[in-house]
């Protein structure tokens, strides 16, 4: 599928908060709330996040966020896709557009934080080159979280 477009949004609209609201219920059906490392929708709309939407027409399908982390590395957040538009490669151009803008802010790494029970985003990271690495930040070890990150090549 190429006719849906993807462009930097605010989380803030209302069909994108549907989308996160969406997620949201999925990782709770997934995982106990303690592992659930949900930012607040204001973490999204700082100056340092790049927030973008995958839409097909006025429905917006995906989302994904990139955090700039003082310029030490990028994170990855709210990379989600709906349901019924998986494996059409729409993860796959999110997860190309946040490293694109990840390098163009010249990160070295880009991190993330995902979980065991998410077979098709595992794949998916795996697939772009994503390693295993030890928890970051504020993150813990635990047995329901992968930790991935990437070398990125700057231009």
Do not use: H
């Not at 949004?9 to 549907?18: H, L, N």
């Amino acid at each position: 599928m190429d006719n849906f477009v993807i462009r930097v949004s605010d989380p803030a609209e209302p069909k994108i908060g549907q989308l996160l609201e969406r997620l949201n219920q999925y990782l709770m059906e997934l995982y106990p709330p303690e592992v659930n490392y949900i930012p607040s929708l204001e973490s999204l709309r700082q100056p340092n996040v790049t927030f973008l939407a995958a839409c097909l027409q006025e429905e917006v399908i995906g989302c994904g966020a990139l955090i700039d982390q003082q310029g030490k590395y990028g994170e990855i957040k709210r990379l989600f896709v709906k349901p019924e538009f998986r494996r059409l490669k729409i993860g796959d151009r999110l997860l190309a557009s946040l490293e694109k803008s990840a390098i163009s802010l010249n990160l070295p790494w880009i991190r993330l934080e995902t979980g065991i029970l998410q077979p098709e985003a595992l794949r998916l990271y795996e697939k772009r080159g994503y390693q295993p690495c030890p928890p970051f930040d504020c993150y813990k070890e635990d047995p329901l979280s992968v930790f991935l990150q990437k070398q990125l090549l700057r231009s």
